[in-house]
T-cell receptor, first 109, second 115 residues
Framework: SQQGEEDPQALSIQEGENATMNCSYK?????LQWYRQNSGRGLVHLIL?????REKHSGRLRVTLDTSKKSSSLLITASRAADTASYFC?????????FGSGTKLNVKP | GAGVSQSPRYKVAKRGQDVALRCDPI?????LFWYQQALGQGPEFLTY????????KSGLPSDRFFAERPEGSVSTLKIQRTQQEDSAVYLC?????????????FGSGTRLTVV
């Protein structure tokens, strides 16, 4: 069974708009990571936020973490058609990733 | 190679057949995970190795599943007497770090279809 929930399950936006995905998890964490997966491919690491951090930026990505609510969000700014993929959060707690169910993002050109 | 390599890329097995899935991690990587991803779902943990030691196998769904990494590099996930519910993508990931969850690279996976 999935250890995390992601919201929304699917998101469709126009190129240039921002995309926000939310994730809730159940376990305590060392860190939380976001991954991207194109159809039929492996997972690509996007960004990692440690449990003692609240916000992190990397290029067009911004991730927040609220450990009191066991939730995280990923913001992709100025989206591009190439951002179309599934996005997963992964809560890491000693030697194990707990993945959410994923958000399927479609960016229309 | 530069990445984690998994083979075969696709495998079709008849129900009851045994299969072996291979993972070649990045050279020198200490930590290795196997994950199972059902269609439309997130990956679910199967097992974790640090070098040749299998430190956690709590995610293996039944005793038909067996994983090994005898020399601390290549790993094999074996599924005996495959069932239809075993159909999924099996993902391998490796990291040069020990515990901590940093620096993991995932392979492209093996898509197993049991018919």
């Amino acid at each position: 069974s999935q250890q995390g929930e992601e919201d929304p399950q699917a998101l469709s936006i126009q190129e240039g708009e921002n995309a926000t995905m939310n994730c809730s998890y159940k376990t305590s964490i060392n860190n939380l990571q976001w991954y991207r997966q194109n159809s039929g491919r492996g997972l690509v690491h996007l960004i990692l936020i440690r449990s003692n951090e609240r916000e992190k930026h990397s290029g067009r990505l911004r991730v927040t973490l609220d450990t009191s609510k066991k939730s995280s969000s990923l913001l992709i700014t100025a989206s591009r058609a190439a951002d179309t993929a599934s996005y997963f959060c992964a809560a890491y707690n000693f030697n194990k990733f707990y993945f959410g169910s994923g958000t399927k993002l479609n960016v229309k050109p | 190679g530069a990445g984690v390599s998994q083979s075969p890329r696709y495998k079709v097995a008849k129900r009851g057949q045994d299969v072996a899935l291979r993972c070649d991690p990045i050279s020198g990587h200490v930590s290795l995970f196997w994950y199972q991803q059902a269609l439309g779902q997130g990956p679910e943990f199967l097992t974790y190795f640090q070098n040749e030691a299998q430190l956690d196998k709590s995610g293996l769904p039944s005793d038909r599943f067996f994983a090994e990494r005898p020399e601390g590099s290549v790993s094999t996930l074996k599924i005996q007497r495959t069932q239809q519910e075993d159909s999924a993508v099996y993902l391998c990931a490796s990291s040069g770090e020990g515990s901590g969850g940093f620096g993991y690279t995932f392979g492209s996976g093996t898509r197993l279809t049991v018919v």
